[in-house]
């Protein structure tokens, strides 16, 4: 019986873990919004390239946070599914909701979750489009670097959302066999 309550105990964190991690990915979400249109109202004004660049490449940490933040959720929704959930069948939250997504294409999880790649984009491309048109060599440098963030991240973020449920199953089930050994003597 304490070994129930134990679990139960365990299975509640998790889930509120879950929820602190839903609520900061929510909170990173408003503020590159809020950061967003604090720079289209300001930068239009006095064409202040910086001003968008500077957001481009805050969003793009927030974007990366997000990626990372997604990561721990399907780590902990894994660990309830595999160590919980097989325990206590009517505990069954992730087990059915990984088994039957709600989101169930690659492209659907994208074009849905593409906020951050749509701010990086509009912060990164209007701060290009202000650089002095004399400084063509500026222009080509920014714009060859906002690229290749741009790339790298929305790289991370297809394979993190195609494989990371699948990766942390992998891996619980490594780390479950490993301390399942008996140590040779």
């Known amino acids: 019986m304490e070994d129930e309550e134990i679990r139960l105990e365990e ?15 929510n909170q990173n979400l408003n503020f590159s919004i809020a950061i967003t249109i604090g720079v289209l109202s300001f930068g239009y004004k006095d064409n202040q390239y910086i001003l968008f660049l500077s957001a481009a490449l805050l969003i793009a940490f927030l974007w990366f946070d997000e990626i990372r933040v997604l990561k721990a959720i399907f780590r902990a929704a894994t660990y309830i599914e595999l160590f919980i959930e097989k325990k206590f069948r009517v505990l069954n939250w ?11 294409s690659i492209a659907s999880r994208t074009i849905g979750n593409a906020i ?21 060599i500026l222009k080509y440098i920014i714009a060859t670097f906002a690229s290749i963030i741009f ?7 297809l394979i993190t959302a195609k494989n990371g449920r699948n990766q ?9 066999k490993f301390k399942t050994k008996k140590p040779s003597t």
């Open 11 to 25: 299975y509640r964190q998790i889930r509120e873990e879950i929820r602190t991690y839903i609520d900061r990915k």
């Open 94 to 104: 992730e087990t059915i909701g990984g088994k039957f997504p709600i989101q169930t």
């Open 116 to 136: 951050f790649p749509l701010l990086y984009c509009v912060n990164a491309i209007l701060g290009i489009l202000f650089i002095n048109a004399n400084n063509k």
């Open 151 to 157: 790339l790298v991240l929305i790289i991370y973020s």
């Open 168 to 176: 942390e199953k992998e891996n619980w089930k490594k780390l479950k």
